[in-house]
């Protein structure tokens, strides 16, 4: 991965990761701030810069560990490794919490944080599952730091529950021979291909997410896929059934059989549309005001209505194509 400087917490070189990260960073200027979540020389930065901005790497150290109760797939959200990314999807969430400085920032004190995740999970009567990529993707983190080469076996030897990630790319190589005693839920985020190359800018193609979870899969990973997020253009009826035509022919049949699916519909927002107008000229406005409505905070969700065409017609979809497949939720 190419990036055009650091920008660093000078303590993070005390850290194991830090000082890895230094060597391996080594030709690339190294700026020093004060912290990483606030960058005078990137705030200051028109949206134009948005794309340019996120070939920057910032490296800090977190200093917040709250966990968040999620009723979903997991049970917790936990600020973990990372947050943004070097991806530029046009409705990022993350956009929302860090505007447009919504770029990769490693965090280097994994002991600690992981160290805490552990202690949580042996203090519960009943097994939990923590959620540890919902600020970033950690598949495309790994191929930085290796993080998950270390969270995942530590975890798997000391801690009580299970982890779990979404992830929108496909190098997971490194992941298929871990020790990870189904401790580690896998999750792979697909939409339609004109979707990934259109608007999830910089991330993998839906047929290297389909081999990568196949993959992950026959490694013995419990495994599922989110259709997220679902974007309601004029033909999204005949995008999502090709989807769903594509993943039938293209997942394992032990994928299949084992996957759960997630499915969840685009939230935007007022700061999208004005990054994506200034950064990105020319592509699709994802919003769309006969079919969204005001959510709060200057965010648009789908109206009820256009929510509950969606969710009969994606069900019906889904039990059509794939069969009798687990649907947890559609949000």
Known sequence: MKFDAVYYEPDCLSYTLGAQLKEQFCGLPW??????????????????????????????????????????????????????????????????????????????????????????????????????????????ENTITQNLLYTIPRFVEEGRGKLTFPTKFHMVEPLLDLKHEGKMIFRMSVNPQSIISKIELGTSSLRQRIRAVNEMCEAGYPCGLLIAPVILTDDWKKLYTELLEELESGLSARMKKEMFLEIILMTYSYVHRAINQDAFPGTADLYNQELMTGRGRGRYCYRPEARAEAEVFLRAEVNRILGDVQILYIS
């Open 31 to 140: 700026i020093p701030i004060e912290s990483h979540n606030s960058i005078k020389e990137m705030q200051e930065k028109p949206n134009s810069d948005f794309g340019r901005m996120k070939r920057n790497l910032i490296i800090g150290i977190r200093k917040t560990h709250k966990y968040v109760e999620n009723h979903k797939v997991s049970d917790y959200l936990v600020p973990y490794t990372s947050s943004g990314c070097t991806a530029m999807c046009l409705y990022c969430y993350l956009v929302c919490n860090y505007n447009k400085c919504a770029y990769l920032r490693l965090f280097v004190n994994r002991e600690q944080m992981l160290d805490r995740l552990i202690k949580k999970s042996l203090k519960s009567i009943q097994p939990l599952t923590f959620e540890i990529g919902s600020n970033s993707d950690l598949v495309l």
